[in-house]
């Protein structure tokens, strides 16, 4: 039998696993492969993490109750699982950079505005940003609805300066939309490519995805 990790914690807290014979007291109980676990009299396995690495094409959405492709439906049938699920969310337009995983700790970690993990992403705007946008964003953004955001940067990349990166390090509801309509602008086109020491590799098309192993999926926690 087969458990999820939230299934495991449940089942110790109420003191029906045992690990070769004796009752495991915490979830984080360094268990080998070679050890021996029994939930609820039955043998099992916990199952296993995965950590997958799309390229989020536009109008796939992250929202499993939207009537829109959901993104881990889209994956390809050898990396279909049913317990999969996005980290965080990327609007329907935006593209780039998105992990879809099974493992309920690590999704809750990358999106904790404790962890403060920086996030790149790339944006065509409306209009030309200048030099008082970047500072607004170095000081904080103030949103319309009079959120103050954490210090932020925004880089102009391209000489008419509409394209630009966004560099901002919590999460928010639309956030560099809304940024950007707080500095009377307007994004054009949003994609993601980095999260943390994470870059979504340039082989990756749109719609593509691969599976990486826990070390580099780990890399969203390096700064
Ligand atoms: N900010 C947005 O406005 N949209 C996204 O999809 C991600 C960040």
Redesign the pocket.
């Known amino acids: 039998m087969c458990i999820s990790r939230s299934d495991a914690r449940r089942l110790i807290k109420i003191g029906k696993v045992f690990v070769n014979g004796e009752k495991a007291k915490a979830f984080d109980t360094k268990i080998s492969e070679a050890d021996e676990i029994m939930a609820d009299g039955k043998k099992i396995e916990l199952a296993k993490t995965v950590y997958i690495i799309m390229n989020k094409q536009a109008g796939v959405v992250c929202d499993d109750k939207s009537s829109a492709p959901y993104a881990p439906d889209t994956l390809p049938d050898n990396l279909k699982r049913k317990d999969l699920f996005c980290v965080g969310?990327?609007?329907k337009?935006?593209t780039g950079l998105l992990l879809i995983t099974n493992d309920g700790e690590y999704a809750h970690s990358v999106i904790s505005p404790k962890k403060h993990i920086e996030?790149r992403?790339q944006a065509t705007l409306e209009n030309a940003v200048n030099e008082n946008d970047i500072e607004q964003a170095e000081k904080g953004i103030v949103l319309k609805d009079s959120t103050n955001l954490l210090p932020s940067k925004i880089i102009p990349i391209t000489p008419d300066k509409k394209t630009v990166d966004f560099i901002v390090t919590e999460?928010k509801y639309?956030?560099?939309?809304?940024?950007a309509g707080a500095l009377d602008n307007k994004?054009l086109s949003?994609h993601?490519y980095k999260i943390g020491e994470l870059e979504l590799p340039e082989n990756l098309s749109f719609g593509e995805a691969k599976r990486v192993e826990k070390e580099q999926a780990f890399l969203v926690f390096k700064k």
């Open positions: 969310r990327l609007d337009d935006t996030k992403y999460g639309h956030q560099i939309k809304r940024m994004i949003l993601r």
